[in-house]
């Protein structure tokens, strides 16, 4: 079955530093993917997403390609920040599907 | 322009006891659906519904219930609360069940079951 799997956190990074935040998928046929991120005590709220191969979402400073031939959707941000801080999820949905399949997230602390 | 709201923000239960949580929305989606989120454990579904009348189970649907008797709303019952279920609820909803539409979520229910 469709599944999505995240490197495991945390993940400590100084302000400005450079983040990359692994996600790759299993999945038939050509699914959708997304970054959703959840600051702490709220929902999650979408980041970016990608519909199809090559496509590159960005957001905010964050960016993520959809690769099909390594099965990965990556998410980086050149220079982070504290407000960066939080927990990230990596998804993906199947066209004419009505289910999202996420990752276990990934924690994100910021330091100054 | 409220979004999808929840109701409550937190709870706590003794073991046993039952309970409804309540998800709305205002953006008119056909798609509702509940999972519960544990620590290093992501998002699991619940029970979902694609449309007003209909519910469907999820990964994780035992000892759980739902109902979505109007378009705009979308309830989730425990029966019979077990340790197991403190848990938080997030509910989200969708527009399409085509691929590319984001879910968008409640800010969530924090249960306690002791």
């Known amino acids: 079955g469709d599944s999505v799997t995240q490197m495991e956190g945390p993940v400590t990074l100084s302000e400005e530093a450079f983040l990359t935040i692994n996600c790759t998928y299993t999945a038939t046929g050509y699914p959708s993917l997304f970054w959703y991120v959840q600051y702490p005590g709220e929902g999650l709220q979408l980041l970016l997403k990608a519909t199809k191969a090559d496509d590159k979402g960005s957001n905010k400073g964050f960016e993520a390609t959809y690769r099909k031939e390594t099965t990965s959707f990556h998410l980086e941000k050149g220079s982070v920040q504290v407000s960066d801080s939080a927990v990230y999820f990596c998804a993906l949905s199947q066209y004419n599907f009505n289910k999202f399949y996420f990752g276990s997230g990934t924690k994100l602390n910021v330091k100054p | ?114």
């Open chain 2, 1 to 114: 322009n409220a979004g999808v709201t929840q109701t409550p923000k937190f709870r706590v239960l003794k073991t046993g006891q039952s309970m409804t949580l309540l998800c709305a929305q205002d953006m008119n989606h056909e798609y509702m659906y509940w999972y519960r989120q544990d620590p290093g454990m992501g998002l699991r579904l619940i029970h979902y519904s694609v449309g007003e009348g209909t519910t469907a189970k999820g990964e994780v649907p035992d000892g759980y219930n739902v109902s979505r008797l109007k378009k705009q709303n979308f309830l989730l019952g425990l029966e019979s609360a077990a340790p197991s279920q403190t848990s938080v609820y997030f509910c989200a909803t969708q527009d399409s069940g085509q691929g590319g539409y984001e879910q968008f979520f409640g800010p969530g229910t924090r249960l306690t079951v002791l």
